[in-house]
């Protein structure tokens, strides 16, 4: 026996709960977190609380600090459906009382929200903390985030106006959850231990029994659904979407003339995505010239195509007046040749 | 059709070489009557020529091709390997109108066009839910601690140069998105196998058992039963593990895939593998490991990824993705070149284990014969499967039923709506059915 293997022994012995194993066996591999490193990554906020760091806000500053931060996503009230699912809808004084929300139990429910689902709050203050705003995720404090949630219970007529949540208050608040009786680990889909032995599913009972029948199975094929016509052509021209050659074929599904429209469609899309549109009209000048108006300029010049990616790579002043086009170094040539085409296309 | 000389690699030149651009669109819309017209239009006015030629042979062969008769490109052209030019069609797509930010959206693998179970590591399905990062590797850490100190005896810290000293393994796993499928609980709403069943794909992926860190760690199994998994990237994405799964030497920290480390956009340069659990629990960009006494209710398992039934409860943990298969040759949104014999073929899976049987109905589920399964059937990894077919250019609607090892057998839509209803979202593992027509079009139609 190596010294190596003596010293795991000694180990394992001195840890009875982990005997049998091999705790620190790998020599030079890994090393112990500081309780710096930990407490900088540990973020998480389970449903009993654990984790939940000290602080507090009222509806007030949360609502200053959705808008500020939050708005331009969900909307001022939580409710927008443009961006995200609404955050915040959906649920009632007598859900409040019952716990299950009744849209759900008579399945009317027009829209599920975020709060009509949600049986802990500990999860909403978990994910704004560890992924909100978007575009800045942790770059709230936890005043910032129990402000926020305060508001977002304000609004869901969970808690009144005036009212400050807190590490003190918040497990009083999930008591009230409109949804907080809505869940079931019942179910055959947990690979872990069934609840009967301490963990939460039903052992992997399937709810679902098929046979594999062979023969005359059925009397007659009972066609539920078939494809509706328009979304035979949502998804583009599935020709090029298939190999050209081999056993099949994309079925053709928008034709020459649709499947220009439908480039175009993509170009205008890409326009739209990186912020072209906001300056630009297709028919007039908005900040920047319109669409027309530089096709009006350019349509005559030699290389009107390299000269207008360069435009749009570079960016450029007082061709057009006193407001900067800024540079788009970032996109892909590609994708500037293509938009640059599509201008002097007519943008159609 | 049925005119052999009509054929391609017959005595005449392809309908790509001789139709019209607008007449190989009819005959990729189904209009047959209109190709055997054109056939003849064609033959016409390209006249001696074709003529002649045909009479000693196909011009394919005949006449020497350019990459016959000239010299090829030398080697390390392309230092990093691309697909044919001619392979620009198969790529992965969003689904329009399914999610309005990119960050936080899907694209679907084309299963339509793939072979065997091994899916190219750049049509791999993406699902990202703050946006991707092509993370340093050099400043990547994995951290292992837990939720009480008593739960572990060491919380380490591991870099990259570390993991890979370690001991690894290599398996072949399937990986499908918890909604793949979920736009179809309640009617047909997309066209193609692309977009019904494309939130699925399948890699070798290497790297360090789990239960191997954790007992680095001095884990104490008695006490800490779950696992959280938080990734790197904004959203740091978060998800309860079962710790059996982690005992038993499934699940793994991954850092290969496919022979190379993992792609960005799948979490490089590490990710989680929970073999047989929904693609969510394989968290991406992986920076920690928390080890606890209870499950945590993350967004991602307390908002989404929750299964609406018909009593008004949410299923919550639902993990598991069940038995389940779908035939991809042909499939919706294709059409059949002539009548005659086709391999039909397909891809089955499990997340209880192994592939058992395969059958496949050409008659809407009345009668079923059983498909060739294509070795080695692996525990939860894509099986492929193949049957021969003639069409003999009837109406006719394919389908294909998986059998996995513990005898479950995948469900109709019919007996999964009894009990689960169509507004789940999630796991919908019904029979899929495509319907052909006497054009040779495949389209998506549900069967109950």
């Not at chain 1, 705790?23 to 090393?31: E, M, N, T």
């Not at chain 1, 990554?41 to 000290?54: A, C, E, N, S, T």
């Not at chain 2, 047989?276 to 990824?305: F, N």
């Not at chain 2, 299964?307 to 639902?318: I, V």
Request: aromatic fraction near 8%.
């Amino acid at each position: 026996m190596s010294r190596f293997s003596k010293s795991i022994l000694v180990l394992a012995l001195a840890g009875a709960s982990t005997a049998g194993f091999a705790f620190d066996k790998y020599q030079g591999i890994g090393r112990q977190a500081t309780t710096a490193e930990v407490a900088a990554w540990d973020i998480d906020v389970r449903p009993d609380f654990k984790g939940l760091p000290k602080g507090s806000g009222n509806v007030e500053r949360g609502q200053e600090l959705f808008e500020e931060k939050c708005a331009s996503c969900h909307g001022s009230f939580g409710e927008s459906n443009e961006v995200f699912t609404p955050l915040i809808g959906g649920t009632t004084a007598e859900d409040i009382k019952n716990g299950r929300v009744g849209g759900f139990v008579k399945g009317d429910i027009p829209q599920r929200t975020t709060f009509t689902k949600v049986a802990t709050i500990s999860t909403v203050f978990d994910y704004i903390q560890r992924a909100m705003p978007w575009t800045a995720p942790k770059s709230l404090k936890p005043d910032d985030v129990y402000a926020i949630l305060a508001y977002f219970l304000n609004l869901a007529e969970i808690v009144p106006g005036d009212f400050t949540l807190s590490d003190r208050n918040i497990a009083d608040v999930q008591k009230l959850m409109p949804n907080r009786n809505g869940m079931t680990t019942d179910h055959g889909m947990w690979p872990g231990a069934p609840a009967k032995k301490g963990g939460i599913g039903n052992g992997g009972k399937p709810d679902v029994k098929n046979v594999a029948c062979m023969k005359n199975c059925k009397a007659e094929v009972q066609i539920a659904s078939t494809l509706p016509e328009y979304a035979r052509t949502a998804h583009g021209e599935l020709a090029d979407q298939n190999r050209s050659f081999g056993p099949v074929r994309g079925t053709r599904t928008l034709g020459p003339e649709a499947a220009k429209k439908a480039a175009n469609a993509t170009t205008l899309e890409l326009a739209t995505k990186n912020g072209c549109m906001a300056c630009h009209g297709v028919a007039g000048k908005i900040v920047g010239p319109g669409y027309n108006e530089v096709v009006a300029r350019y349509k005559d010049q030699a290389d009107a195509e390299g000269k207008l990616v360069a435009k749009v790579k570079n960016g450029g002043q007082g061709a057009w007046g006193s407001v900067p086009m800024p540079p788009n170094g970032h996109l892909p040539d590609e994708d500037i040749k293509t938009l640059v085409r599509w201008i002097l296309s007519g943008a159609k | 059709m049925g005119d052999i000389d009509n054929k391609p690699g017959r005595l005449r030149l392809a309908p790509e070489n001789f139709l019209t651009e607008e007449q190989v669109r009819a005959v990729g819309a189904g209009r047959r009557s209109f190709l055997r017209k054109s056939f003849l239009a064609a033959g016409a006015a390209l006249a001696a020529p074709i003529a002649a030629r045909a009479a000693d042979g196909d011009p394919a062969i005949l006449e020497l091709p350019e990459w016959t008769t000239s010299l090829g490109q030398p080697v390390a052209v392309r230092p990093y390997g691309t697909p044919s030019k001619y392979e620009s069609q198969l790529l992965r797509r969003e689904s329009p109108g399914l999610t309005r930010v990119g960050g936080a959206s899907v694209s679907f693998c084309p299963l339509q066009g793939l072979f065997g179970i091994i899916t190219p590591s750049g049509l791999h399905f993406e699902r990202h839910h703050q946006g991707w990062h092509d993370i340093d590797p050099a400043r990547h850490r994995l951290m292992i601690n837990g939720s009480d100190p008593a739960f572990l005896k060491k919380p380490k810290v591991y870099t990259m140069d570390e993991l890979m000293r370690l001991p690894s393994v290599s398996r072949i796993h399937f990986i499908e998105c918890g909604a793949n499928t979920g736009l179809e609980w309640g009617n047909v709403a997309v066209p193609t196998v692309q977009y019904t069943h494309g939130m699925l794909s399948c890699s070798e992926f290497t790297g360090v058992p789990l239960k191997l860190l954790l007992e680095d760690c001095g884990v104490d199994y008695r006490k800490a039963r779950y696992v959280l998994a938080e990734g790197a990237d904004g959203s740091s994405m978060t998800r309860t593990i079962p710790m059996e799964m982690v005992e038993n030497g499934e699940v793994f920290v991954a850092y290969g895939m496919n022979g190379e480390m993992l792609r960005p956009e799948n979490g490089y340069p590490l990710r989680l593998v929970v073999p047989g659990v929904q693609g969510v629990s394989w968290v991406k960009w992986l920076r920690r490991i928390e080890v606890g006494d209870q499950p945590y209710a993350t967004k991602d398992e307390a908002v989404h990824y929750i299964d609406l039934q018909p009593n008004g409860l949410h299923r919550q943990y639902t993990s598991i993705q069940e038995c389940k298969s779908v035939i991809t040759t042909p499939s919706g949104g294709q059409t059949l070149l002539d009548k005659g014999f086709y391999n039909v073929s397909g891809i089955a899976w499990s997340g209880r284990g192994r592939i058992k049987q395969v059958d496949v109905s050409f008659d809407g589920g009345i009668n079923w014969q059983t498909a060739r399964l294509e070795g080695p059937v692996q525990n939860k990894a894509l099986t492929r499967f193949n049957i021969g077919w003639v069409w003999d250019g009837k109406p006719a609607i394919l389908q294909s039923r998986a059998i996995d090892e513990t005898g479950y057998v995948q469900p109709t839509y019919g007996q999964l709506r009894k009990v689960r209803g169509t507004k789940s979202i999630y796991h919908n593992n019904a029979i899929q059915s495509w319907k052909v027509v006497e054009s040779g079009e495949v389209t998506n139609v549900q069967v109950l």
